[in-house]
């Protein structure tokens, strides 16, 4: 079955850019979203389709996704975006089955 | 704005039985595949079930199948779990999500299973 890597932690400081990455083979054939989950809160989607922002989340979020590594940038972090990141991919080959990533802790320092 | 409302969580014997419930609104969830997504306490985010629209096509995760039954009624709008001959490893928070990609979540019903 398909894995994606991500990083356990990562830790920024204030008004600076946070680079999460998220590993897979081939990932970047892939279409890859992004979730931030808050303590105690359901999961937020903050990038769908390696590159796109739904409504109402910040600019400062952006993503990519090539070869072998899909990555979530968070510019001018901010302590409100302290959380859990986890990408997740649609794995198509043999169902229709979500890959999460095990997630990657953002401190903001 | 798309809505998801979760219920039916609660506390049960290992080996009972729990029936999740999912009520969607703000999007017209007959034309929607949905998803059932856990996580264990302190743990990260575990897919569970797909199912289609139509209710035809469905999969499970290799933890759950045999176990658990995905359902839904779109007259009423709703999604349901069956879950059956529970373990201690079943205990997590269980979501209800849109398709891949849309970001529909609810906000989870707790499922814990402990004698």
């Known amino acids: 079955s398909y894995v994606l890597t991500q990083p356990p932690s990562v830790s920024v400081a204030p008004g600076k850019t946070a680079t999460l990455t998220c590993g897979g083979n081939?990932?970047?054939?892939?279409?890859v979203h992004w979730h931030q989950q808050k303590p105690g809160q359901a999961p937020v989607l903050v990038v769908y389709d390696d590159r796109y922002r739904p409504s109402g989340i910040p600019e400062r979020f952006s993503g990519s996704n090539s070869g072998n590594t899909a990555t979530l940038s968070i510019s001018r972090v901010e302590a409100g975006d302290e959380a859990d990141y986890y990408c997740q991919v649609w794995d198509t080959t043999s169902d229709r089955r979500w890959v999460f990533g095990g997630g990657t802790k953002l401190t903001v320092l | 704005e798309a809505q998801l409302l979760e219920s039916g969580g609660g506390l049960v014997q290992p080996g009972g039985s729990l029936r999740l419930s999912c009520v969607a609104s703000g999007f017209t969830f007959s034309n929607f595949e949905m998803n059932w997504v856990r996580q264990a306490p302190g743990k990260g985010l575990e897919w569970v079930s797909y199912?289609?629209?139509?209710?035809?096509?469905?999969f499970y995760a290799d933890s759950v199948r045999g176990r658990f039954t995905v359902s839904r009624d779109n007259a009423k709008n709703s999604l349901y779990l069956q879950m059956n001959s529970l373990r201690a490893e079943d205990t997590a928070i269980y979501y209800c999500?849109?398709?891949?990609?849309?970001?529909?979540w609810g906000q989870g019903t707790l499922v814990t299973v402990s004698s």
């Open positions: 199912i289609n629209s139509r209710g035809d096509t469905i």
């Open positions: 081939k990932i970047g054939t892939k279409s």
């Open positions: 999500a849109g398709p891949s990609g849309l970001g529909y």
